[in-house]
Nanobody, 125 residues
Framework: VQLQASGGGLVHPGGSLRLSCEVSGRSTSNTVAWFRQAPGKGREFVAARRWSGGMFKYGDSVKGRFTISRDYGKNTVFLQMNSLKPEDTAVYYC????????????????????WGQGTLVTVSS
């Protein structure tokens, strides 16, 4: 299984950006998620969903601003990020779990089996 993240870049505060994560070997990734790591900080959970839907979870700092979705025609998961703030600056990683995680499990990085390379998002004026 491979996950390929893309779509990062420089954006002004208040702007929007959409990240993509292409998942190969989807049949073994039943839950997909986004995490991020800011400079000098630990990994932070951002958002997760079951591939088939039915479970969605967001980190407290992004609720109401970020949306995780998927392209039903392709093995791709998106992270739509709106109303971006400087504190959203980080390297964003997509991750996959072989299990269909429940809400209480989905925010923990050690529940994920596969990780993609990161894509850098910089929010600055």
């Amino acid at each position: 299984v491979q996950l390929q993240a893309s779509g990062g870049g420089l954006v002004h505060p208040g702007g929007s950006l959409r990240l993509s994560c292409e998942v190969s070997g989807r049949s073994t990734s039943n839950t997909v998620a986004w995490f991020r790591q800011a400079p000098g900080k630990g990994r932070e959970f951002v958002a997760a969903r079951r591939w088939s839907g039915g479970m969605f979870k967001y980190g407290d700092s992004v609720k109401g601003r970020f949306t995780i979705s998927r392209d039903y025609g392709k093995n791709t998961v998106f992270l739509q990020m709106n109303s971006l703030k400087p504190e959203d600056t980080a390297v964003y990683y997509c991750a996959g779990s072989r299990l269909g995680l429940i809400t209480s499990e989905a925010g923990r990085g050690d529940n994920y089996d596969y990780w993609g390379q990161g894509t850098l998002v910089t929010v600055s004026s």
